[in-house]
Each structure stands twice: as structure tokens, then as C-alpha cells.
Nanobody, 126 residues
Framework: QVQLEESGGGSAQAGGSLRLSCAAS????????MGWFRQTPGKEREGVAA???????SYADSVQGRFTISQDNAKNTVYLQMNSLEPEDTAMYCC????????????????????WGQGTQVTVSS
């Protein structure tokens, strides 16, 4: 069982920055890759960024060049640095963990992830 807890959400002005954190715990956590997803009411959940245990990353086109995913293996924590925020980035952001065997192909597919956090709200005003 893996537990994920997000923090760092809040409000920001357009053009501003926020950093989200996801603390992971549980048996075998080092064998999972991690991702960030976001969702707003009435819209499908969107994969934002993912990072493998080897440090390779994947990003959605909508955040490429603005968001950076990173991880601190010693702390079992994954971060999402969000810069140049836009009102369209307003959403509930959740982190998720997927088994290493699925770190192939399209890495932002929600179906690849087994464990999910509760989420943290990000609100960007214009």
C-alpha cells in the first residue's frame, strides 16, 4: 500500500509561481514512478507531468516550459514547480504513483497509475 499526500496549493496571480509537494510513503514506494494530474469540474482529468525513478520526465503540451517536475528520493517527495501561471491552470492537482513496469509509452495516462492522493487546490486569478 502506498500513501500520497499533497501540499503547497493555494492562490496566485497570473504570471506567478507555486510549488506543489507530494510526500509518498508505504511499502515498495521506490519502485513506482510519479505523476501529477489536474481536474476542474466538468472537464476530464488531465495528466500534467510525470517522472520516472531514472529521472526522465514527461509533460503535457499545455505546461511544457512552464512547469517542472522533480523528485527527492531521500525524502520520497515529488515536486511540481509551476511558473508563469495562467488562469487556465486553476484546478485540483493530485499526485499519483504507478508501477515501474508501466513506465512506457504515454506516461500521462491515468490508467497507468495505481495510487492517488487527495489533491490540493490551485487557483490562479487574472
Amino acid at each position: 500500500q502506498v500513501q500520497l499526500e499533497e501540499s503547497g496549493g493555494g492562490s496566485a496571480q497570473a504570471g506567478g509561481s507555486l510549488r506543489l509537494s507530494c510526500a509518498a510513503s508505504g511499502y515498495g514506494i521506490m519502485s513506482y514512478f510519479m505523476g501529477w494530474f489536474r481536474q476542474t469540474p466538468g472537464k476530464e482529468r488531465e495528466g500534467v507531468a510525470a517522472i520516472g525513478r531514472d529521472g526522465r520526465t514527461s509533460y503535457a503540451d499545455s505546461v511544457q516550459g512552464r512547469f517542472t517536475i522533480s523528485q527527492d528520493n531521500a525524502k520520497n517527495t515529488v515536486y511540481l514547480q509551476m511558473n508563469s501561471l495562467e488562469p487556465e491552470d486553476t484546478a485540483m492537482y493530485c499526485c499519483a504513483a504507478g508501477p515501474a513496469s508501466l513506465w512506457t509509452g504515454y506516461r500521462l495516462a491515468a490508467s497507468k497509475y495505481k495510487y492517488w492522493g487527495q489533491g490540493t487546490q490551485v487557483t490562479v486569478s487574472s
